[in-house]
């Protein structure tokens, strides 16, 4: 039998007033952006990679999630269909390329592929996750630079521009040829660290690449930086060399964009402890946690692990007690109404 996954949202109907009855200034002032809605022109579909998420989006937005059917044949072949009109709507699709991987990739493109067909005046690809961003480069002898296919695709498919969150590289975005938003996790992030107000913090690189984004989040929280010196030696396997900058005495938070199989963070993790940090704490945006990263995580000497819902949590992940995640709905709403609106999305971040 076909495995079926559906996106279809309930449809809300509401009830027709007896009387027209015209608001007051107190209830005109009252009124805002997130009030329940009802635009032919704004549209916000998903598919099956992380409907929760784009169920708090919509309701942010105060909007009813588009209709669409996702479902697959006996062979797994994607099939999907727009099941509400579209024509000349300004469309945001919203799919992180998350396990599985290659699934929910085909999925959002066959959703754009639909929607431009439909006449869709704008289609908006939000990619909370984008997958394939660690290929971004020719590092070995006949390897693809799988990243810039990706993006290919995407605008072949009918985006019109993209909004991402936490790339894994900046400059992957210069592999679109279409505008790209790029939206950072980093405000919810620090807010949380904020309110714990940790004792004597110094804000940890994991390696090298990672170390503008460190250095802005030590800036934030007024924290010390640190930099973890590793070599990977094959995919997936890293091996810490160093740590650069003092950690003895002190509350350390190692930041990276994401988790995978968390080998890398576990062993900056005891790194850390061998210099004489007293408590590790991480966080990333993109909870990948694929292979032994629940187990790694577990048996590791790290506090906590703060993550967003870029990605959903696996069953085992979420009975993970030092696993915390934070919402990001709100911050991709922000950015979704700013590119409806045509205002500016930098905005969020200042």
Do not use: W
């Not at 279409?178 to 660290?193: E, M, Q, T, Y």
């Not at 990333?284 to 590791?300: F, I, Q």
Request: proline share 5%; hydrophobic share 45%.
């Amino acid at each position: 039998m076909a495995t079926v996954a559906t996106t279809t949202a309930e449809k809300v109907t509401a009830e027709k007033p007896t009387a027209e009855k015209k608001p007051t200034t107190d209830e005109k002032t009252e009124r805002k952006p997130q009030r329940a809605r009802v635009d032919d022109r704004f549209k916000v579909f998903c598919g099956t990679a992380n409907e929760p998420l784009c169920d708090e989006v919509c309701q942010f937005l105060g909007l009813t999630r588009g209709q669409a059917q996702v479902t697959r044949f006996a062979d797994g072949e994607a099939y999907v269909q727009i099941q509400e009109n579209v024509r000349g709507a300004d469309v945001f699709v919203m799919q992180p390329t998350s396990h599985p991987v290659d699934m929910h990739l085909m999925e959002l493109l066959l959703m754009m592929d639909a929607l431009k067909r439909a006449s869709a005046r704008r289609i908006t690809a939000v990619i909370p996750y984008y997958g394939y961003a660690r290929q971004d480069r020719k590092d070995k002898p006949r390897v693809p630079i799988s990243s810039k296919l990706v993006a290919d695709l995407l605008t072949t498919a009918g985006a019109d521009r993209a909004l991402v969150v936490d790339l894994h590289a900046p400059q992957l975005q210069g592999f679109f040829n279409i505008p790209v938003d790029h939206l950072f996790a980093s405000p919810v992030l620090v807010d949380h660290f904020r309110k714990l107000n940790l004792p004597n913090l110094t804000v940890v690189s994991p390696d090298a690449g990672g170390v503008e984004r460190a250095r802005f989040f030590a800036k934030k929280v007024d924290a010390a930086l640190a930099i973890v010196d590793k070599r990977r030696v094959e995919m997936n396997v890293a091996e810490v060399m160093h740590v650069i900058g003092d950690v003895n005495g002190r509350t350390c938070l190692i930041i990276d964009d994401l988790i995978d199989t968390a080998g890398t963070l576990v062993k900056v993790a005891q790194a850390l402890v061998n210099n004489g940090a007293t408590t590790i704490y991480a966080c990333c945006s993109h909870p990948v946690l694929s292979g032994a990263a629940v187990e790694n995580l577990l048996n590791s000497p790290i506090a906590e692990v703060v993550v967003t819902n870029t990605i959903p949590l696996s069953e085992a992940a979420r009975q993970v007690s030092k696993i915390k995640v934070l919402s990001i709905a709100g911050l991709i709403g922000r950015a979704i109404q700013s590119i409806h609106e045509e205002t500016s999305v930098s905005r969020l971040f200042i």
